[in-house]
């Protein structure tokens, strides 16, 4: 049987609240790391910071190739950085 339209809409809806949450959540994590770490306190541009971070995720997932710069470092793809790259800054 299909479901209606408008069900599909509100899971859809749903789930984008929930990863909303899950993002916020590991941005939060993120953040007090970094913090932790001694980041708030470092003048660096987001570009580089954000090459720095991806140099770090490469290294954990077991891959050797560099980190490729983006263009703009404050619009990630899926928007996650942008809330990760506020918390580091508070």
């Known amino acids: 049987m299909k479901k209606p339209t408008a069900k599909i809409r509100e899971e859809i809806a749903r789930l ?5 949450q899950a993002e916020t959540r590991d941005a939060e994590r993120i953040g007090r790391i ?3 770490a001694g980041l708030g ?3 660096i541009e987001e570009a ?3 090459s720095a971070f991806e140099e770090v995720a490469n290294r954990f997932r077991g891959e050797t190739k560099p980190a ?3 263009k703009s470092a404050t ?3 899926n928007g ?3 809330a990760a790259g506020q918390s580091a800054e508070a």
């Open 34 to 36: 970094a913090i932790r």
């Open 80 to 82: 996650a950085g942008e």
């Open 68 to 70: 490729h710069r983006r």
């Open 48 to 50: 580089e910071l954000l």
């Open 16 to 20: 984008q609240e929930q990863l909303k």
């Open 75 to 77: 619009t990630p793809p």
């Open 41 to 43: 306190e470092i003048e």
